[in-house]
């Protein structure tokens, strides 16, 4: 790139990435209030809540990417136009091309970094994520007991406590299990506490008794002052993690294991998803080009291109807006997904129609030039 290409990247640059720090700040607050129930819900520390948040931005980065593409054109192309810059590009002979090469090169480092999260990083980042939300709904330990309620944390077991302290003690605890062949033992202690002893997990009952019906019908009691029970039982009623489709490959959702239950329910949506990971980016050249065509697309204007930005701001959210809904068309009619590529492309195509048509200059562009001529020359220099 030559100087003055170089000097106009750097002008697109900066305000992209600031637009997608202020995006990202905005989508990180929404994921944080989204994602506290599994500290309040499910009693995870707070380490787990931030690798949650931070596990759900490369998803975030992908969306906003566009976004701050488009706001960063907007708002350096306009400040160039405001300060008279773009009028001495074209007094030094510089074509509408050279002026927009450069939003164009940073556009489409933008779709290659979309692409790139798309294709690798986000299904890694939300497979750990889905594994530390199944880690702690299964969390037996953690879910056992909810103060107040009665709760059945695995199968056949009963477990009521009536307050749980800031320090984890349990104060009137209740547990009923039953056996596969109809026996039962109920637990009641004054309190308890959850710990791990060897690895284990046990629940620690202090001042309690436990009553045992045996499936002959005999009934057996025994009071203790202190009792470990071991929970590690229950914790083996587990099933496997499922990987959704946000969680997978380009390759596990273009081409799907058929031999699975879950792929052959869900084989347009793992389609629809595969396709999108693939279109979304394009969207960052697209609204490149319309920010590019609302501010240099047409004859230069003094009163500046408010309406033509506003215009093309409402443009891109409703071409946005439909794309969505395309994706979520798709996964019940799977033809459709071409229309993932041609939304973004033809609107590329009709940004780019706009910003190169010919146009009359206006004779405010003649009164520029007396002013910028010095400024001209140097630029040439």
């Known amino acids: 790139m030559r100087l003055i290409e170089r000097y106009l990247f750097r002008q697109l640059l900066a305000p992209t990435l600031l637009a997608a720090a202020a995006l990202g700040a905005v989508g990180l607050l929404s994921q944080s209030l989204g994602q506290l129930d599994i500290i309040i819900e499910q009693r995870q520390t707070a380490w787990v ?22 706001v960063a054109a907007l708002v350096g192309l306009n400040r160039l136009h405001a300060e008279h810059e773009l009028v001495v590009c ?41 594994e530390i939300f199944y880690a702690a709904k299964t969390d037996l330990a953690a879910t056992l007991v909810r103060e107040g309620e009665f709760t059945e944390p695995a199968p056949r ?8 302290e800031s320090d984890g003690l349990i104060k009137n605890l209740f547990i009923h299990h039953r056996t596969e062949k109809g026996g039962a033992t109920t637990y009641t202690a004054r309190e308890g506490r959850i710990t791990y002893r060897e690895g284990r997990p046990v629940l620690v009952m202090r001042s309690g008794s436990n009553q045992e019906f045996s499936t002959t019908g005999v ?60 279109a979304s980016p394009l969207y960052s050249i697209a609204f490149m080009a319309m920010a590019c065509a609302a501010v240099l697309g ?15 701001g409402a443009a891109a959210a409703l071409i946005r807006i439909v794309g969505f809904a395309v994706q979520s068309a798709c996964e019940d009619t799977p033809w459709l997904n071409v229309a993932q590529y041609l939304i973004p492309a033809l609107t590329a195509v009709w940004a780019f129609g706009q ?13 520029w030039l007396p002013f910028v001529g010095a400024r001209a020359r140097s630029a040439t220099a």
Do not use: C
Not at 108 to 125: D, E, K, S
Not at 157 to 164: A, D, M, P, R, S
Not at 248 to 270: A, C, G, I, M, T
Not at 355 to 367: D, H, K, N, P, Q
């Open 49 to 70: 809540f931030v690798k949650v948040i931070i596990l759900a931005m490369p998803q975030l980065l992908n969306l906003i990417l566009p976004i701050a593409v488009f």
């Open 355 to 367: 910003l190169f048509r010919r146009v009359e200059r206006r004779s405010g562009w003649r009164e």
């Open 298 to 312: 047409s004859s230069f204007s003094r009163l500046g291109y408010g309406r033509r930005i506003a215009v093309a």
């Open 90 to 130: 074209y007094a030094a002979g510089m074509s509408r091309w050279r002026v927009v090469s450069p939003g164009l090169r940073l556009a489409v480092m933008a779709t290659l970094v979309g692409l790139t999260i798309n294709l690798w990083v986000q299904p890694a980042a939300y497979r750990a994520m889905r």
């Open 157 to 164: 077991l009963t477990v009521y406590g009536q307050t749980v």
């Open 219 to 278: 009934l057996n009691y025994l009071s203790f002052e202190e009792y470990a029970l071991d929970l590690t039982p229950f914790l083996n009623t587990r099933s496997g993690v499922t990987y959704e489709a946000s969680d997978r490959y380009l390759h596990e959702l273009l081409f799907p294991d058929l031999s699975r239950s879950y792929e052959r329910k869900n084989q347009d949506k793992l389609l629809a998803e595969g396709h999108a990971r693939l």
